[in-house]
């Protein structure tokens, strides 16, 4: 249960909720985001005393009111790029207006890995509120409660200890020093497995958005190759991300995927009384709102004794249709449907043209009106969209997604490198934020095409793909 307690610093007064079992040091991180006082220059006092970083809070025994002085300047931290505003704008470049950029996360000793993963999961808006209605008792969930709510806020980085040292704690490999005494490169695909099996682990919004809205769910078939007799084994299995394999025949990303849906595996078998051979294929029985993939880079090998990267180009889309990754019977439902995007699509771009040039032989701005054709086309879609698919909100009826967000690394493995973020700004739009730790910039989707890999620059580790926007 946290405590409201009231900070004084340079004439100002902040109110703050402490959780009384966290550290000094934990407490002056909280402060950073406030004040933006860093906290090796914060001094922290209560009733004329100097509080140490190595006190517990427990010890003070606060009450609700109780008051802190802080002192210490004001860290130099570069300021986020000043908004334009759209009334300041000649009206020819208003709907071109660039936003003022949404604060990045600072870099507390190699923990990019880190950064990228919340800026990440930051882009299901459906997650972000579950978040922010969190009220149960797991510090964890808390502290990364807190660090979006400061993210959705604030105008300058944020300095994300809290959460770190949450994660820390709940997974002491992320403690790791290299040789030299400083913080091991984590691998970003790993933390944020970790955070999200420790979202799902909760009760309640958290629990469905992981469970429903970002995983999907697989038909798995076992035959047994050695005994082709022996009754296949079929069963259902979730998913929270699907892996993209590599290897030295795969060039597009719908063929990492497709590969990684069969698999050969050897097992014992009890018709045989002996192992043998078994073929494991997948298909999807159920797409999720929001899709994430994995490309499959990192292996370890016994000569380095370390995780290292495939360096190989695979080009991604920014549009993806998996339907032939998807059992015969969800194609049955998602093709009439995809039938009618594709036409819808074409519809959108051919009024858009004609919208374009109608704004170019006008000397007024005409307002944008949905045409009739577009109207019906959407109709039509919801008409074919299957009953149990219109019931399930949190599934894609479609079969089609849109490249939202990409988690790339830079370097040639697991253990070095450094991790980045690209989130589209809205969907449908050529714009994204580039987030590298807390600076954050505005690159367009040409940026985004560069990240297929190849060598040792940025290339793609966890895309996000969400439920095509055209619906």
């Not at 109110?15 to 006082?37: E, R």
């Not at 609700?64 to 002192?71: K, M, N």
């Not at 999961?121 to 509120?129: N, R, S, T």
């Not at 259902?236 to 892996?243: A, I, R, S, V």
Request: proline share 6%; aromatic share 8%.
């Amino acid at each position: 249960m946290s405590v409201p307690v009231v900070v004084k610093h340079s004439g100002k007064s902040y109110n703050v909720d402490v959780d009384p079992t966290a550290s000094v040091l934990d407490f002056k991180a909280q402060l950073y985001s406030l004040t933006n006082v860093a906290p090796e220059r914060q001094k922290l006092l209560s009733k004329g005393t100097i509080i140490k970083d190595d006190t517990d809070l427990s010890s003070l025994k606060l009450s609700p009111g109780h008051q802190f002085l802080l002192l210490g300047s004001v860290s130099q931290i570069k300021e986020p790029p000043k908004p334009k505003f759209v009334e300041d704008l000649p009206p020819d470049q208003a709907a071109d207006a660039v936003a003022s950029s949404p604060p990045g996360l600072v870099n507390l000793g190699n923990t990019c890995y880190f950064n990228s993963s919340l800026q990440l999961m930051k882009q299901v808006p459906e997650l972000q509120q579950a978040l922010e209605s969190y009220s149960g008792s797991s510090r964890f969930v808390a502290t990364m409660r807190d660090t979006f709510k400061q993210l959705s806020k604030s105008s300058k980085p944020i300095m994300p200890l809290l959460f770190l040292r949450a994660l820390q704690n709940a997974f002491p490999q992320f403690l790791e020093l290299d040789q030299n005494g400083r913080p091991r490169q984590q691998d970003a695909e790993e933390a944020f497995s970790q955070i999200m099996n420790e979202l799902s682990s909760q009760q309640g919004d958290l629990n469905k958005i992981v469970t429903s809205t970002l995983s999907g769910t697989l038909s798995t078939t076992l035959v047994c190759d050695d005994n082709p007799e022996e009754e296949p084994v079929i069963s259902q299995e979730q998913f929270l991300k699907m892996p993209c394999h590599i290897t030295i025949n795969t060039n597009f990303l719908l063929d990492g995927l497709k590969a990684s849906l069969t698999e050969s595996i050897t097992k014992y078998s009890q018709t045989l009384q002996r192992d043998a051979t078994y073929t494991l294929t997948k298909r999807v029985s159920r797409l999720p709102k929001y899709l994430f993939v994995y490309f499959v880079r990192f292996y370890w090998r016994r000569d380095t004794q370390r995780k290292s990267k495939i360096l190989r180009k695979v080009t991604f889309p920014m549009e993806l249709d998996v339907t032939e990754l998807c059992t015969d019977e969800l194609q049955e439902k998602l093709t009439p449907v995809r039938a009618l995007m594709h036409d819808l699509r074409r519809q959108i771009e051919q009024d858009e043209r004609l919208a374009k040039r109608a704004k170019n032989n006008s000397s007024t701005d005409p307002t944008p009106v949905e045409s009739d054709a577009v109207k019906e086309l959407r109709k039509k879609v919801e008409e074919a969209t299957a009953e149990d698919l219109q019931k399930d909100p949190d599934s894609n009826p479609t079969g089609m997604y849109e490249l939202s967000a990409v988690l790339t690394h830079q370097g040639s493995s697991a253990d070095s490198g450094h991790y980045q973020c690209f989130a589209r700004q809205k969907p449908g739009s050529e714009k994204w934020w580039r987030f590298n730790d807390d600076k954050v910039t505005e690159v367009d989707s040409g940026r985004i095409e560069t990240l297929s890999g190849g060598g040792e620059s940025d290339s793609a580790l966890i895309l996000l793909y969400q439920s095509s926007h055209l619906y």
